[in-house]
Nanobody, 117 residues
Framework: QVQLVESGGGLVQAGGSLRLSCAAS????????MGWYRQAPGKQRELVAT???????NYADSVKGRFTISRENAKNTVYLQMNSLKPEDTAVYYC???????????WGQGTQVTVSS
């Protein structure tokens, strides 16, 4: 059974930084894509950033230059370093594991990020 455990959310002032972590367990497929999505109140869930097991990254335009996604394949862990945070970054952040070769995807429970102005 695949489980994703997130950590690192919290409250920060605008301009500050946070680092999110997500550790995946139970996956049998080393070739995958991991990433972060977020959902603000009253809005749809949106992509923040993804990274493949080969290291290819993709970012939403709104976070380019401020957020950095990385991963440790040996630990099946993905990180999201968030700098220069803005109030509009406030949302619940969800970790995602996409075993795209077998068509399966999993979600973490979400971690709240609140940026005060």
């Amino acid at each position: 059974q695949v489980q994703l455990v997130e950590s690192g959310g919290g409250l920060v002032q605008a301009g500050g930084s946070l680092r999110l972590s997500c550790a995946a367990s139970g996956s049998n497929f080393s070739i995958n894509r991991m990433g972060w999505y977020r959902q603000a109140p009253g809005k749809q869930r949106e992509l923040v950033a993804t990274i493949t097991s080969g290291g290819s990254t993709n970012y939403a335009d709104s976070v380019k230059g401020r957020f950095t996604i990385s991963r440790e394949n040996a630990k099946n862990t993905v990180y999201l370093q968030m700098n220069s945070l803005k109030p509009e970054d406030t949302a619940v952040y969800y970790c995602n594991l996409n075993e795209f070769r077998v068509g399966r995807a999993y979600w973490g429970q979400g971690t709240q990020v609140t940026v005060s102005s």
